[in-house]
């Protein structure tokens, strides 16, 4: 999709639809105002009819409007316009895209630019439309045994500005906004990879594809044999069982000096969970394709920062592997040592991820990093206590929560934050090892992260469990949402603009 600016009058202007906003009660946004002088009073003569009335997100598509060059005009209700905020703006966008794929118009003039939405600015609107717009228009058909017989046609969308000095600040936030959604995209495409084909040696290839594509990246892959040497005891039980060799791949964003520190970030790569010995029930074992979607979410962040140039260090870590039952897989009741020397009772081999995790975190000690950051689809429990809307945040320093909260609720990838308190540790006590990795069925988000958080006593750590906001199963809606790329993307960028 491409993207543009337009402050040429909006009824001669030349394209193929044109969206504008109405609010309740027939107000007119400025833009619907010249539209409905030009054509002598046709808006507000179909707002009488009373087929729109201006509600959050109502559309009503017009054709041939009198004196409008477009042949076709869409009304898009933003409701009241006292009220309007951001997650109601990001809605009334998508509303707009929908409708508009649903045409055959290959370009189109989006004027919702001059809605006022509550504390934010021009360039968050623009931003917020770009990838609204971009996931709107998204789909996965890599697998389809051919193209799809009616594609979206659209081309092109650019942006009525109020005024030519706002051409820059708005060209600057599509530019931004661009690089983020061809990382969402990115991971998305990864996470929806069927786990025939996305294995860890494919992640692998996927992270090396990044070095070639961009000058700031460079990319290694342990194998094995090089964890074997590293004592990632915990990370090779989970591996075990199959056929497919785990991978631990390192991405690296050199954005600043050498001697900068970097922000790490971890992502948990199962690219296909079958919980092991510790079988999962089979009616919706096929969801755990999307166990790597912390994995996507490390990639597809890198990608964005590398397109946006990021003058920053960043380190992307994804612990790739497939959790198999086979005759050589872990057994409940073993016990393991992981790299930080501590030992692991492994009760249920369906809790993989951590076992995967506690190595690779402590591998990012030897980064000497400002922050880490991991990603994954860790527990069922996170879905049960948030749902589809939050992701659960867990983290040891107060600053980096704060951090990620005000990041994902300017962006609207949103966390919340959940307790690691002392007092949960005793659930994961162990008689004969160190610690097991499950801790019952009570507080089972918070124990997987009270199991991680004793292996980041080094540095300032958070831990994002997505497990139920990084994909949805649905009919046709199903997929990888691409989150929590947003939220990370926000996060860094911040702490680039601190320094």
């Not at 964890?227 to 090779?236: D, N, V």
């Not at 009741?333 to 992981?338: A, E, S």
């Not at 994954?376 to 704060?402: K, M, Q, Y």
Request: a neutral charge; proline letters at 4%.
């Amino acid at each position: 999709m491409e993207y543009g600016t337009r402050a040429s009058n909006p009824s001669k202007t030349r394209t193929q639809c044109i969206v504008v906003g109405v609010y309740e009660d027939n107000q007119l946004s400025p833009t619907a105002k010249l539209l409905d002088k030009a054509s002598k009073g046709h808006i507000r003569k179909v707002l009488r009819r009373s087929d729109i009335q201006g509600k959050q997100s109502q559309t009503l598509l017009l054709h041939d409007v009198p004196n409008v060059n477009s042949p076709r005009v869409l009304l898009v209700g933003l409701g009241n316009a006292e009220t309007i905020d951001a997650h109601r703006f990001a809605s009334v966008t998508m509303a707009a895209i929908t409708r508009i794929k649903k045409t055959s118009a290959k370009n189109t003039l989006c004027c919702l630019l001059d809605a006022e939405v509550n504390e934010k600015d021009l360039a968050w609107k623009t931003a917020c439309m770009v990838e609204r717009f971009d996931a709107g228009l998204y789909s996965y058909t890599e697998m389809k045994g051919k193209p799809p017989e009616s594609p979206p046609t659209i081309e092109s969308i650019d942006f009525q500005l109020a005024d030519k000095a706002d051409r820059d600040e708005v060209s600057a936030s599509i530019a931004q906004a661009k690089a983020l959604t061809l990382g969402i995209a990115a991971a998305k495409d990864v996470a929806n990879t069927p786990a025939n084909i996305c294995t860890p040696t494919y992640l692998a290839t996927e992270a090396s594809q990044l070095e070639k594509d961009y000058t700031s990246i460079t990319t290694t892959i342990l194998e094995e044999k090089d964890m074997e040497k590293l004592g990632m005891g915990a990370f090779l039980s989970v591996t075990r069982g199959s056929d497919e060799p785990a991978k631990l791949i390192v991405i690296q964003h050199k954005g600043a000096k050498p001697r900068d520190k970097p922000h790490v970030i971890v992502g948990k790569g199962v690219t296909f969970d079958s919980g092991g010995i510790s079988l999962k029930p089979g009616a919706t074992m096929y969801e755990m394709i999307y166990d790597m979607c912390g994995a996507a979410s490390v990639l597809g962040t890198m990608k964005a920062i590398a397109e946006q140039q990021l003058p920053m260090n960043v380190v992307g870590v994804i612990a790739a592997a497939e959790n198999m039952p086979s005759g050589k897989a872990s057994r409940p009741g073993d016990i393991v040592k992981t790299m930080s020397g501590q030992t692991i009772e492994i009760l249920n081999t369906d809790a993989e991820g951590r076992l995967l995790l506690c190595d690779a975190l402590t591998y990012v000690e030897k980064f000497n990093p400002v922050t880490v950051i991991d990603i994954a689809t860790l527990t069922g429990a996170c879905l049960i206590a948030l749902g589809t809307h939050a992701t659960g945040l867990f983290s040891n320093a107060d600053e980096v929560a704060d951090n990620l909260i005000e990041a994902g609720n300017n962006t609207l990838d949103r966390v919340w934050r959940m307790p690691i308190w002392e007092e949960y540790q005793t659930q994961i006590k162990s008689a004969f090892a160190d610690m097991q990795n499950v801790g019952g069925r009570d507080a089972g988000s918070i124990t997987a992260a009270c199991f991680l958080a004793r292996y980041t006593k080094k540095y300032r750590w958070a831990h994002l469990d997505i497990a139920g906001t990084a994909f949805k199963w649905a009919g046709q809606n199903k997929g990888a949402t691409g989150r929590p790329v947003t939220l990370l993307t926000q996060y860094l960028n911040d702490r680039a603009n601190e320094t």
